[in-house]
Structures are given as C-alpha cells and as structure tokens.
C-alpha cells in the first residue's frame, strides 16, 4: 500500500457550514464528560479541539457527529439547530467523522467497508463493479494506492485510518471531525493526510480537528479551543498562541521537565538472536541489558511491531532464539513470556489490552490473580489496595477503581495496561507505541516513568512513531526496515534527520 498525491482531492466547491455548541453537557455513569460547554467554529476553518485525557475533547466530537447525545444544549450547523440522533442521521446534513479508534468489518475488502451503508444495486443485485469503482475513487482522492478487493483485516492500523479517512471525504461532508487521525501514521502518510486537509479547506469543507500532537495544532489549525476537565477554558486564533500557553490552558499549570536519573546497566535481559519469520522477519538480533531502554524506529510493515510480538510470543517463528533474564523462551507464549519477567502494551489496546467488560481493577490485576489469592479466593481488600495505589503512581484518572474500563480516556486506558505489567514484576517491558492517543501531560508522565522504571534496572523495547519521542526515552535506537535491523544510533548522536533516512533506506 502506498500514498500519493492527488490532484482530484475535492471535485466541486461546497457550501461552507459554521458549527456552534450552546450549553451543551454530558454524563456518563460515575463520568461527567462535559459541562456547559458553549464555543463557535468559524464555516471552512481547520479547527483544533486540544486538552488532557478526559478532558471532553472527544466526547465533543462525537457529539458533533452524531455518536453520542447531549444530555443538554444545542447544536447549531450554518446558524441552524440541528439533532443529530445517530452518525447516519448526521451524515445526511453533511457531518462525518474520521475515528481514533477503527471499527471495520475486518474479514470483509475495503470497498465492502466503505460502502456497507450504501450498496450500489442493479436491480435487487449488489453492483460489485460499481462498488470497487466507488471504493477506488474514494481512495484516489486521498492518495491512497491499494486494491479495494484487499481484506481490511490484513492492513496495518494505520493502513486502516488511512482507509476510514478516504470513506469520510468520499461521502462529501461539509463538516468532518478528525478525532486523532494521524495517532497510527507515518510521517509521510501525516502530510498526504495534511494537503488533504487544505483541500478540503480550500474548498470550503470545516475541520474539527482533535489531537494531542501540538506540532499539528500549529501546522493545520486556523483556531483552538481548550477543555479541561469537561469544561471550555477558552478559544483563539492559532496565531495567538504558542506551545507554552496551550500547555498551560491544557493542565492548568506550567510543565516542567524530569530530569534523566544516572544510568546504570546491569545484565543482559532481552537476548534475540536470528529471528526469522516468513514475509515479516529475516535474521533479527539485538540485546537489551537492564536499566537500559532501547527503541526501534521503522515505517510502518518494517517489522518492528512483529518483533516485539515475536519476543511476547504472539507471533510464530521459523528460527531463531529468544532469551528473557537468561532464560530460553522455548515454547513462544504470552504466558512464558510473562513468566520469564515480560509485559507488553499493545499498540491496539482495545482489542489486544484490555476487557473491555471488565472495570479498571479487573483489567488491572488481570495478570497476578494467583498471586492475590488464596485457597482459591482472590483477597479483595489487597486487590483493591494494590489497584488504588498503581492508580495514584500513574495518575490514573477515573471516579474509581470499580469504573468500566470502556469509559475511561484513550490515556487513562493505556496507563491500566502499563499498570498491570508493572503490578506483575514484570523486569522486561515491551511498549508498541506506550503514548498514542495520550495527551501532552500525561505522555510527560509516561516518558518520566519509563525513565524511572529503567532507573531501578527495568530493561525496555520500546516503539514509537514519532522520533522524537524515541529520542527523547531511548538510550539507543534501533532501525528496522523490511524485517532487518539496518541500523543502530545512539539517542545523543541522533537526528529525526538521519533516523528517517535509515528509515526510508535513502542513505
């Protein structure tokens, strides 16, 4: 799959639509989400919605788009109240949104996705031709270049963000809620994604824009609003602002750097040698000692992603050896590795990290129940003590630690899984993007804790897409391109420059 640009983005001008919230609040069970929230968003602007984890932002989008209901208040599109009952319903009068998180049919091809609410017929049968032709066009108009008739499920996530974005833009909103669309892109799919933006802008379409990243607030954004705490602190044009007083709208207070405690590496704890797997891994090897944390940067299907599933053993192997504190992975499991000292966060921790039927604690304590037991009871008072005391190491927000997971921010969520391996010993920690979708305070947080926990001899592998949060907690960068480790800097000698060659294999 590839992108590229398009000269065919936008057909035809379109009536620009104004979006205005007056007094609007939601509620969920144990959640107040928003409160009073009233803010105006200029017709055929890009407009940033920002604030921390919990904060409202996405909930407000999705109010816009017809997701949820407000419990109060009003909408208003081109001055004139609207409901918007249902994302269908919204559609209609022109509202689409691109998800954060993806909801595909995933054994089904990208051109049965994108037109699953609106099969083309000949008669009482499903025009497939005109389907595939649809889905092909919706595509181009994004630069993307793949085959519609491809199975979703077997696209990367952020191949699939690229996708569910073609299918908004294809169906001709005038208004689209972007709700962190760039949290699974490369850099290069990022700004494919960006001149789409201005396209459509130039062509009069409003862009809710909401994101945690602040280098797109300035890149893409005409104006901002802030919540916090479910609340509107304030709106203003982006030349109004800097990255400093957004922080500070944001958390409320100034953010301060942690300094980097002395380094100290102990023994090797994560030996791989020769990976091999078929079309995903050809001869990987590499060490991590304790108290070190090492990154693997690479595009998207270079395999960084799969060998970190390999060392967790999600994903099977052909050859090679795998060593955990000293120890040889033989049968490659979740729970071998688990046992050998190894966590993992998950990339997609909704599908892969979470239950999300369970509440915070249940997820939390999910991988020692043996250890919290006794003669086949789990102890709760000690459950629940262990649980509110990882809650308030990682500033884990939330009514309690009985509340639904499902209800808790992308961030909070991703924290209950760093706080799960964490409360199970865990002396190897696999992180496969640990901040994404994670707001500017809370990934200030995260990078100081995974600094600190290497600081007590935790041995870390971690992945990000953006580098410079691999520089910012890495001691050494690996790069991976095409199932190879072609590369090796050092976090001090490193540039997003001279990464990003390794990376595209331009050097």
């Known amino acids: 799959m590839s992108t590229r640009s398009s000269s065919s983005s936008v057909a035809v001008p379109v009536q620009s639509l ?6 609007i609040s939601k509620s969920f069970p144990g959640v107040r989400a928003l409160h009073d929230v009233s803010l105006t968003i200029q017709a055929g602007t890009v407009h940033g919605l920002v604030g921390e984890n919990g904060a409202g932002k996405s909930t407000l989008g999705k109010i816009l788009s017809g997701l949820h209901q407000p419990d ?12 918007l009952p249902n994302p269908h319903a919204a559609m209609r009068i022109g509202v689409g949104i691109v998800h954060q998180e993806l909801s595909f049919c995933e054994n089904l091809t990208i051109a049965e996705n994108l037109c699953l609410d609106d099969l083309p017929h000949r008669g009482p049968f499903v025009d497939w031709g005109a389907m595939r032709e649809r889905a092909r066009s919706w595509l181009e108009a994004v630069g993307v270049d793949v085959d519609p008739d491809q199975i979703v499920g077997r696209l990367s996530i952020g191949q699939q963000q690229l996708v569910q974005i073609a299918g908004a833009i294809g169906r001709g909103a005038r208004v689209i809620v972007f709700d962190e669309p760039t949290s699974s892109l490369t850099k290069a799919e990022t700004e494919v994604l960006f001149r789409q933006i201005e396209r459509l802008k130039a062509s009069g379409v409003t862009s809710v824009y909401v994101t945690h990243r602040m280098e797109e607030i300035f890149q893409i954004c005409d104006a901002v609003s802030v919540l916090r705490d479910g609340v509107h602190v304030d709106t203003r044009p982006i030349g109004q602002l800097d990255r400093a007083a957004i922080v500070r709208l944001m958390i409320g207070r100034e953010l301060e750097p942690t300094p980097d405690p002395p380094k100290q590496l102990g023994e090797v704890a994560l030996r791989v040698q020769n990976l091999k797997s078929p079309g995903k891994l ?3 090897s590499l060490e991590v000692r304790e108290g070190e944390v090492v990154g693997l940067a690479g595009l998207i299907g270079s395999g960084r992603t799969e060998i970190v599933s390999a060392v967790f053993g999600l994903d099977p192997l052909v050859e090679g050896r795998i060593e955990i504190n000293g120890r040889n992975l033989k049968r490659y499991s979740p729970r071998n590795a688990l046992r050998l000292g190894a966590g993992f966060v998950p990339e997609d921790r909704k599908r892969q ?5 369970m509440n915070c604690k249940e997820n939390l304590t999910l991988a020692i129940l043996k250890r919290l037991s006794a003669l086949g009871f789990i102890r709760g008072l000690r459950e629940r003590l262990l649980t509110k005391d ?15 997971v499902s209800s808790l921010s992308g961030g909070n969520q991703q924290k209950v899984i760093l706080a799960r391996w964490l409360a199970a010993g865990g002396r190897l920690l696999l992180l496969d993007e640990p901040t994404r979708g994670v707001d500017v305070g809370a990934k200030a947080e995260i990078h100081s804790l995974i600094r600190q926990l290497a600081s007590q001899g935790i041995a870390v592998l971690a992945i990000s897409s953006e580098l410079p949060e691999l520089m910012a907690i890495s001691d050494r960068i690996l790069v991976v ?5 072609v590369g090796e800097q050092t976090s001090a000698e490193c540039t997003e420059e001279s990464l990003m060659t390794l990376m595209a294999g331009a050097g």
Request: charged share 20%; aromatic share 4%.
């Open 72 to 83: 109060s208040g009003d909408i208003l599109l081109g001055g004139r109240r609207v409901v």
């Open 390 to 404: 990882y809650f308030q190491k990682l500033n884990i927000r939330a009514p309690s630690i009985h509340t639904g």
């Open 18 to 23: 104004s979006v205005e919230t007056r007094s």
């Open 353 to 357: 990290g979470l239950v999300l039927s």
């Open 282 to 284: 050809e001869g990987v």
């Open 481 to 485: 391109r095409n199932g190879r480790i």
